[in-house]
């Protein structure tokens, strides 16, 4: 079974910078795009950036727009959360996805994904 192990995650002050990584525990897994969503206390999972990797696009949300960056090694299935400028707003659990279906839908809903990590918590203290 493959797992999806994220780290990065801690306590940081409003105006800090973290970087989240992700990585496969098997390589045999073929994806076609990686993600990463966020989910705070009482409020739905969300996305947060998306890469794929047959065209090297990358997608975010509006809100972390400008302040984060995604980038991965698909050989590797391994992804990256640059994460600058942080806000108290942007503590959550954050959770790294990949898709091994093609066409699998919109890089923006979970749906899309088949395989989740377990999250690392990331505390922006104000």
């Known amino acids: 079974q493959v797992q999806l192990v994220e780290s990065g995650g801690g306590l940081v002050q409003a105006g800090g910078s973290l970087r989240l990584s992700c990585a496969a525990s098997r390589r045999t897994l073929r994806s076609y795009a990686m993600g990463w969503f966020r989910q705070a206390p009482g409020k739905e999972r969300e996305f947060v950036a998306a890469i794929s990797w047959s065209s090297s696009s990358t997608y975010y949300a509006d809100s972390v727009k400008g302040r984060f960056t995604i980038s991965g090694d698909n050989a590797k299935n391994g992804v990256y959360l640059q994460m600058n400028s942080l806000k108290p707003e942007d503590t959550a659990v954050y959770y790294c996805?990949?898709?091994?279906?093609?066409?699998?839908?919109?890089?923006?809903?979970?749906?899309?994904?088949?395989?989740w990590g377990q999250g690392t918590q990331v505390t922006v203290s104000s």
């Open positions: 996805a990949a898709d091994s279906r093609p066409y699998s839908g919109s890089y923006y809903y979970t749906s899309k994904y088949d395989y």
